[in-house]
């Protein structure tokens, strides 16, 4: 007879925000799955990203690169040292739009929504580009802003003319001056570049479900902030598709735009970038499905496990790759979704690290514990249906 097949248990979690990277909760769960498992079993770390923070490092990690360093600026415009990736044979530059507009760099000052711009990310591409990439992934999850990539192109070379023929200001507050747009400036190599814009979302540029309404809130936006930005990325995209020659429909309704304050719009009429899903960016680059092909078990998760999980982030990307029958156990820092939702998404069970009262600040000091613990009974649970380990 046959010895039966070793388990395989496979942790496959995005960061938890402002808690632990995917590394580390990666780790942090399968401590608690050998807990259970012990040496019964075999463990795959398998940390991944959706186009947000940690894609950097994840895309790095499987090229088996160092990060580049450069001198940007944050959100607010201040100087900020900045990174970005370039793959084993130079040829694709990785650029994580966060580490130049993200929300924690400006945490220091009130949120200025309407202020905060991209033009960062434009100098970490031109950085790219001396480097030497002919193939450009921006990973714009993160941002605090939501200026359309006005800013990026803007850094880029080209000009979004008032009425007067001058700049408009940075940020959404200049996206309704708009009346014209220069390309003629452009860097001839961002021109020339293969641009794919990686995003976590499936969200639309405007509306109900746009990039104010849905995401403007978390940058700072008001009720009439958000009224302001909705109106302000409408402009943009028709001056955008006058100035191209596009269906207005074209950039109103394509799924993702909405990502990152817009951040892709520009981008997109601009220099024919492709928008991607992050999440399925990464798995590409990792070998999500054979690394899946064989599990026991696989537990996953992120800082929050709701309705946007299902919409292109990690969680999204594990339960389409991984093999039909195959237990999902998300591990997330709060669950918003029933038991009933979670089961018709495909995943087994979701449980919240939280064990007890306590205030966010406590969870995020304890966040590897947690996760490890919660790791723990979840392996318990799934150990207890496996053959030979009904009463371990």
Known sequence: MHAPRRPLIVAAPDSFKGSCSAAAAARAMLLGARSVFGDDADYLALPLADGGEGTLDAMLEAWGQQSRGVRAAD?????RDARYGMSADGATAIIEAAEA???PWIADRPLQPLDADTAGVGTIALAALDGGGRELLLCIGGSATSDGGVGLLTALGARFLDERGQQVRPGARGLA??????????????IAAGWRIAVDV????????????????????????????????????????????????????RPGLGAAGGMALAAVALLGAETVAGSDLVAEAIGVRAAMRGASLVLTGEGRFDS???????????????PHGTPIVVIAGSV??????????????????????????????????????????????????LPGRERA
């Open 75 to 79: 959100a607010l415009g201040r100087p």
């Open 101 to 103: 507009n993200g929300l």
């Open 177 to 190: 001056d708009i009346r014209s747009v220069d390309a003629a400036g452009l860097d001839r190599r961002a």
């Open 202 to 253: 499936d969200n639309p540029l405007c509306g109900p479900r746009g990039a104010a309404a849905v995401f403007g809130p978390q940058k700072g936006a008001g009720p009439d902030d958000i009224a302001a930005i909705d109106a302000g990325l409408a402009h943009l995209a028709r001056v955008l598709a006058a100035t191209t020659g596009a269906e207005l429909e074209d950039y109103l309704d």
């Open 308 to 322: 946007q999980s299902l919409g292109g982030k990690v969680v999204d990307l594990v339960r389409r790759e991984v």
């Open 336 to 385: 918003r979704l029933t038991a009933a939702e979670t089961r018709a998404a495909g995943v087994t069970a979701a449980f919240s690290i939280a064990d007890g009262p306590a205030t966010l600040d406590e969870l995020v000091s304890r966040a590897e514990e947690c996760v490890a613990e919660t790791a723990a009974h979840a392996c318990a649970l799934i150990a207890a249906a």
